[in-house]
C-alpha cells in the first residue's frame, strides 16, 4: 500500500475535493459547500494526499460533547486501499481533542463498503433516518461511536 499523507485541507483543495465528491455520491455537496467547509473554524477537514494529489478526503464537526462525522470519500482509483479508515482514525482523533464523548454518521443503508469501515472502526446503529437520502430514496442508518475520555474516565476524588 502506498503511504498516504494526510493534512489539513485548505481553500486550494477544494476543486479536487469537489471531482472526488461528484464521483463517489448520487447527491453530492456543491463545490461552494465544501469551500465553507474548508473555511469554516467549526468544520475540521483533511485531506489524504499522495505525490501532492487529494486522494481523499473527511469532514467533522464538534459541538459541546458531539462530533460528527460529516463526510468521507476517496477517489475511486484510491478505494480498498485503507485510506478510508486513516482517514475516519484522524477525524476521531480530532472530535477527541476537541472534546467529543460520542460521534455520529449516517449512511446510505446500500453502502455495505462504508457501513463496514464504519463497525470495524467501533460504531454502532443507532437509529434509521427514513427515506433520508434521494436518488435512490433510501434509509441512513445512524451510527454512533462511543470515545474515552470525559466524566467516565476521571478518577480523581470529590
Known amino acids: 500500500m502506498s503511504e498516504f499523507l494526510l493534512r489539513p485541507s485548505r481553500t486550494c483543495d477544494v476543486d ?5 465528491e461528484q464521483a463517489s455520491f448520487s447527491v453530492p455537496w456543491s463545490r461552494e459547500s465544501i469551500r465553507q467547509a474548508v473555511t469554516s473554524d467549526k468544520v475540521y477537514s483533511v485531506c489524504a494526499l499522495e505525490n501532492g494529489k487529494v486522494v481523499g478526503y473527511g469532514m467533522s464537526l464538534t459541538a459541546a460533547d458531539e462530533g460528527e462525522i460529516l463526510n468521507v470519500a476517496v477517489s475511486p482509483e484510491y478505494r480498498r486501499r485503507g485510506l478510508g479508515e486513516k482517514i475516519l482514525s484522524d477525524m476521531l482523533r480530532m472530535c477527541a481533542e476537541r472534546g467529543a464523548r460520542a460521534v455520529y454518521l449516517e449512511v446510505r443503508e446500500s ?14 446503529v443507532a437509529g434509521r433516518r427514513k427515506n433520508y437520502y434521494k436518488y435512490p430514496t433510501e434509509d441512513a442508518v445512524i451510527m454512533v461511536k462511543l470515545l474515552p475520555g470525559g466524566d467516565d474516565n476521571d478518577n480523581s476524588c470529590d
Open 16 to 20: 479536487e475535493m469537489s471531482d472526488i
Open 111 to 124: 453502502n455495505a463498503p462504508a457501513a463496514s469501515l464504519y463497525v470495524k472502526t467501533g460504531f454502532t
